[in-house]
């Protein structure tokens, strides 16, 4: 292996840091966040939201979520939907 070997290894070598580096970079400007950021622009209304939640134990939760404006009482337990229940109307 002579010096020109040696060079070029070195190169490539600080070629490919290099580049590493600059994707991490890109990738920390650019990264996930940068979709919810281009959605966030077009802020389109959304038809469903969760109001609130709460846990009842390991295996059940409770959510009250809006559609529509309407609200509804789900009973969520063991990964799937155990009631639907109509929200108390506060007028």
């Given at each position: 292996?002579?010096?020109?070997?040696?060079?070029?290894?070195?190169?490539?070598?600080?070629?490919?840091?290099?580049?590493?580096?600059?994707?991490?970079?890109?990738?920390?400007?650019?990264?996930?966040?940068?979709?919810?950021?281009?959605?966030?622009q077009?802020?389109?209304?959304?038809?469903?939201?969760?109001v609130?939640?709460?846990?009842?134990?390991?295996?059940?939760?409770?959510l009250?979520?809006?559609?529509?404006?309407?609200?509804?009482?789900?009973?969520?337990?063991?990964?799937?939907?155990?009631?639907?229940?109509?929200?108390?109307?506060?007028?």
């Amino acid at each position: 292996m002579d010096l020109t070997d040696l060079v070029r290894a070195m190169f490539a070598l600080a070629l490919t840091l290099g580049l590493i580096g600059l994707a991490a970079v890109a990738l920390r400007k650019y990264g996930p966040d940068a979709i919810s950021r281009i959605s966030a622009q077009k802020k389109k209304e959304r038809r469903l939201r969760i109001v609130e939640t709460l846990t009842l134990d390991p295996a059940r939760r409770i959510l009250i979520i809006e559609c529509d404006g309407r609200e509804r009482m789900i009973l969520l337990g063991e990964g799937r939907l155990v009631a639907d229940l109509p929200a108390r109307a506060d007028a």
